[in-house]
């Protein structure tokens, strides 16, 4: 896959990042999901997207593997998959994890730094130690 990808159509969008979610196994009725855009974890990911969420991912995990050989395997589950919980407002996300789960080599990378305002999200969007 070429980097940065090409760009997925608007309306594409949202089974792209519904794809993405399946990919990094998070099951239908998570938190995560409502807050999705138009998350449809319900319906079939049309073959063309589903290809392009693995390939997203194994780009991903490609990256981490150089920038971060250190992290344990696989490294994008344990990158994504973090104990935490969610506080939802209208237009903000916090994404609430343990102190004791600061991981130094995440936050080398600068995964963790907040975003702020994503369009396509349609939330701000913020992490916090706690």
Known sequence: MTWPPPPVPEQ???AL????????????GDPVRRLL????????TPPA???????????WEAWLAEQAPDL??????????RPGH???QPGWVEVVMPLDDVDTRIRRLGLDLD???????GYALRYRYA
Not at 72 to 81: F, N
């Open 115 to 121: 975003p702020g305002w994503l369009p396509w999200f």
């Open 37 to 44: 855009p138009g998350d449809a974890s319900d319906k079939a």
């Open 12 to 14: 594409a969008l949202p």
């Open 49 to 59: 997207l589903a290809a392009r969420a693995d390939a997203l991912c194994a780009a």
């Open 86 to 88: 969610l506080r939802v």
């Open 17 to 28: 990042l519904g794809a993405l979610a399946t990919r990094l196994g998070v099951p239908p």
């Open 72 to 81: 344990p395997m696989p490294r994008l589950d344990h990158v994504c998959r």
